[in-house]
């Protein structure tokens, strides 16, 4: 059974730093790509980060290039999304996806599971 599971999310002054972490138990972790994504109440799933199946392609939105950075470490199946400078609309529920692909994918229709998201707070 396919799962993922994040961590790391928690409560944060803005311009502060949190590192999410995806553990996933799929057998083909080291062929997907990998992603992160975010979604307010009431509103569509929004892209952050995505990253191949090597780390050697990542792709971010310019809502948050040059603050955040995907990785990813194989042989612990798991990846990571850290994240800088936090402002008070990054508050949202980040989630983790895994493509049955092997490149970076920046839609969500492009991901066949997710884990369950874990909330991130940026205070002012």
């Known amino acids: 059974q396919v799962q993922l599971v994040e961590s790391g999310g928690g409560l944060v002054q803005a311009g502060g730093s949190l590192r999410l972490s995806c553990a996933a138990s799929i057998r083909t972790f080291s062929s997907s790509a990998m992603g992160w994504f975010r979604q307010a109440p009431g509103k569509e799933r929004e892209f952050v980060a995505a990253i191949s199946w090597s780390g050697g392609r990542t792709y971010y939105p310019d809502s948050v290039k040059g603050r955040f950075t995907i990785s990813r470490d194989n042989a612990k199946n798991t990846v990571y999304l850290q994240m800088n400078s936090l402002k008070p609309e990054d508050t949202v529920v980040y989630y983790c996806?895994?493509?049955?692909?092997?490149?970076?994918?920046?839609?969500?229709?492009?991901?066949?599971?997710w884990g369950q998201g874990t909330q991130v707070t940026v205070s002012p």
């Open positions: 996806a895994a493509s049955k692909t092997s490149y970076s994918c920046s839609r969500s229709f492009e991901y066949d599971y």
